[in-house]
């Protein structure tokens, strides 16, 4: 089916279970392609979505407070040329909550992020992603900001190249672009066996992590990045303060938390603590 020319959003799904969305094409809408707000089981299969005023596709799913997984799917989709009206805070794919799957994805052309994880148990696999980042600032192509609980995210084998601006005397950046942003206390994720090409500026390396702990940097290629990881520390009052919120909801949830993420139990030590190993750095 071909969707094409509304003023508002393509497709919404709410609270619907065993939807596949499948060979669509969603073309030239004011708004984001495709919302799914919570449900279970659902999938978005071999779409392509462009020219939107907005983001492609946006999705939340699964409880976080006891991590039961959305088990959403989004595989083999093509993305491009998006943000129109809205510029910024509007990637290809956004993704709140607990287990959803992103693969074989090519995303390419976006003024914003290519994706935005929020949440806990994502993996995102196999996926290129080219030319976004265009026109935002203190972004990465994968960005993920603000809670020291979003944890258990997996990024592997993704491609990601050419972040930023298309020509070079725009090229400067007030703080930075990266491929992948851990904004603000972002810990314990894995990323693992990623290429990373000419995806850093700025001030950031083709990894960003800033504030975060307990990261695991492992087996990737950097290639022609003018830096490769870079971290920003946090003071363990700046801890403290600015994960308040984060830190009681963790309190109320400290059972599961705990018992799937071990090295919660010293959420408030070990600040700063990132492994990187085993990567590769080439003309960085």
């Keep these: 089916i071909h969707f094409q020319m ?28 495709i919302i799914i707000n919570g449900g279970h089981n659902n999938s978005i299969l071999s779409c392509h979505i462009k020219n939107m005023g907005r983001g492609a596709i946006k999705v939340s799913g699964g409880n976080r407070a006891n991590l039961q997984s959305a088990e959403f799917l989004i595989d083999n989709c093509h993305i491009h040329h998006l943000s129109r009206i809205d510029h910024t805070y509007t990637p290809g794919i956004w993704v709140d909550g607990v287990g959803t799957q992103i693969s074989h994805c090519k995303i390419h052309d976006v003024a914003s992020s290519a994706m935005r ?12 992603m080219f030319h976004v980042v265009t026109e935002s600032d203190d972004q990465g ?34 703080t930075g672009r990266a491929g992948i942003r851990f904004d603000d206390a972002i810990s314990g994720n894995l990323v693992y066996s990623n290429i990373f090409k000419n995806c850093s500026g700025g001030n950031f390396g083709a990894i960003q992590i800033h504030g975060g702990k307990e990261n695991l940097i492992w087996n990737n290629l950097f290639y022609q990045c ?23 909801y963790f309190e109320e ?4 938390y705990i018992s799937n993420y071990p090295e919660m139990v010293r959420i408030n ?12 750095f080439l003309e960085c």
């Design 6 to 33: 509304g003023a508002g959003d393509g497709l919404h799904l709410g609270n619907s279970n065993h939807i596949n969305i499948e060979d669509c094409e969603i073309n030239g809408f004011a708004g984001d392609g």
């Design 117 to 128: 994880i929020n949440g806990n148990n994502h993996l995102i696999e196999y996926n290129e």
């Design 141 to 174: 192509a994968i960005d993920m900001w603000g809670d020291p609980t979003y944890r258990g995210n997996v990024f592997r084998y993704n491609y990601i190249y050419d972040v930023g601006p298309y020509t070079s005397d725009e090229i400067n950046a007030h």
């Design 226 to 248: 003018s830096s490769g990881i870079s971290f920003t520390p946090w003071n363990y009052d700046h801890w403290m303060r600015y994960n308040k919120k984060s830190l009681e």
């Design 253 to 256: 949830n400290r059972f599961v």
């Design 269 to 280: 030590q070990d600040l700063n603590k990132n492994t990187i190993i085993q990567n590769i």
